[in-house]
């Protein structure tokens, strides 16, 4: 039996515990499954990507038993409403709901989703929200279901995750002097310094024509020259940020198509 005084603790805390839970609970949050793999016996941890949460991990428990409502439920590049508690690094999955209105991917399409969600997953810290690249990531599924020119896509896409990161590309300026670049001249783009006019004797960075600086920053991507340098570059830039980590999807692609 509890005794009075006991009872008189709970009594008066019931409020504090339940306002500490409620603080500890996440309802109906907007996100995406950007990877999953078994976690015990019938569960999973997914590493989604929130609206307002930004990147976090959650356990699903009981989500690979057979009569799970989650099964099949919490797959890539599908809109859903989380709902989580718990804190820390490891959250608890309490509801998901499939908000639909996007397009299943396929072919070479699912593979440059499979590459933006490694992406997120190696440049984005946990717990640190990005909302304006949650909605362009969203768009940008729209885009690759819906439009041929994935690579163009890749490229919009690379160039704001940099921006969100605070790494944004200057396209339309020489670094020091502020110049505006001109599309008949050639340049080098250096690490950490931007575009620099190409004198023929300094190989720092990666040489451009002015005119793909100015389609980039345009999101123009339709002439072969501009997209062919725009893939160096941002695959110079995004190698730099990822430290060295290899991204295995990038591999995959290239066996695909020429991205």
Same mark, same amino acid.
Request: charged share 20%.
């Given at each position: 039996?509890?005794?009075?005084c006991?009872?008189?603790?709970?009594?008066?805390?019931?409020?504090?515990?339940?306002?500490a839970?409620?603080?500890?609970k996440?309802q109906?949050?907007l996100?995406?499954?950007?990877?999953?793999?078994?976690?015990?016996?019938?569960?999973?941890?997914?590493d989604?990507?929130?609206?307002?949460?930004?990147?976090?991990a959650?356990?699903a428990?009981?989500?690979?038993?057979?009569?799970?409502?989650?099964?099949? *439920?919490?797959?890539?590049?599908?809109?859903?409403?989380?709902s989580?508690?718990?804190k820390?690094?490891?959250?608890?999955l309490?509801?998901?709901?499939?908000?639909?209105?996007?397009?299943?991917?396929?072919?070479?399409?699912?593979?440059?989703?499979?590459?933006?969600?490694?992406?997120?997953?190696?440049?984005?810290?946990?717990?640190?929200?990005?909302?304006?690249?949650?909605?362009?990531?969203?768009?940008?599924?729209?885009?690759?279901?819906?439009?041929?020119d994935?690579?163009?896509?890749?490229?919009?896409?690379?160039?704001?995750?940099?921006?969100?990161?605070?790494?944004?590309?200057?396209?339309?300026?020489?670094?020091?002097?502020?110049?505006?670049?001109?599309?008949?001249?050639?340049?080098?783009?250096?690490?950490?310094?931007?575009?620099?006019?190409?004198?023929?004797?300094?190989?720092?960075?990666?040489q *451009?024509l002015?005119?793909?600086? *100015?389609?980039?920053?345009?999101?123009?991507?339709?002439?072969?020259?501009?997209?062919?340098?725009?893939?160096?570059?941002m695959?110079?830039?995004?190698?730099?940020?990822l430290?060295g980590?290899?991204?295995?999807?990038?591999?995959?692609?290239?066996?695909?198509?020429?991205?």
């Amino acid at each position: 039996m509890m005794s009075a005084c006991c009872a008189a603790w709970v009594t008066n805390n019931r409020g504090l515990l339940m306002t500490a839970s409620s603080r500890n609970k996440q309802q109906d949050e907007l996100a995406f499954v950007l990877h999953s793999y078994p976690f015990r016996e019938t569960s999973l941890i997914i590493d989604a990507f929130s609206r307002s949460h930004g990147r976090l991990a959650i356990v699903a428990r009981g989500a690979r038993r057979p009569k799970s409502g989650l099964r099949g *439920l919490l797959m890539n590049f599908q809109p859903l409403l989380l709902s989580w508690f718990g804190k820390g690094e490891l959250r608890t999955l309490h509801s998901a709901e499939w908000q639909g209105g996007q397009p299943y991917l396929q072919g070479t399409a699912l593979m440059c989703g499979f590459y933006l969600n490694e992406l997120l997953l190696n440049l984005l810290a946990q717990d640190d929200p990005h909302e304006q690249l949650f909605d362009y990531y969203r768009a940008t599924l729209y885009r690759l279901a819906h439009e041929t020119d994935h690579a163009g896509t890749l490229r919009c896409f690379e160039k704001h995750l940099l921006q969100e990161l605070g790494y944004a590309l200057v396209l339309d300026r020489e670094a020091g002097s502020g110049k505006a670049i001109q599309a008949e001249l050639c340049y080098r783009y250096a690490m950490e310094r931007g575009a620099l006019p190409d004198d023929g004797d300094d190989q720092t960075g990666i040489q *451009l024509l002015g005119k793909t600086m *100015l389609d980039m920053s345009a999101d123009d991507y339709t002439d072969p020259v501009t997209a062919q340098q725009s893939k160096q570059l941002m695959r110079m830039l995004l190698n730099h940020h990822l430290g060295g980590k290899v991204l295995h999807t990038r591999e995959l692609i290239k066996d695909l198509q020429k991205l």
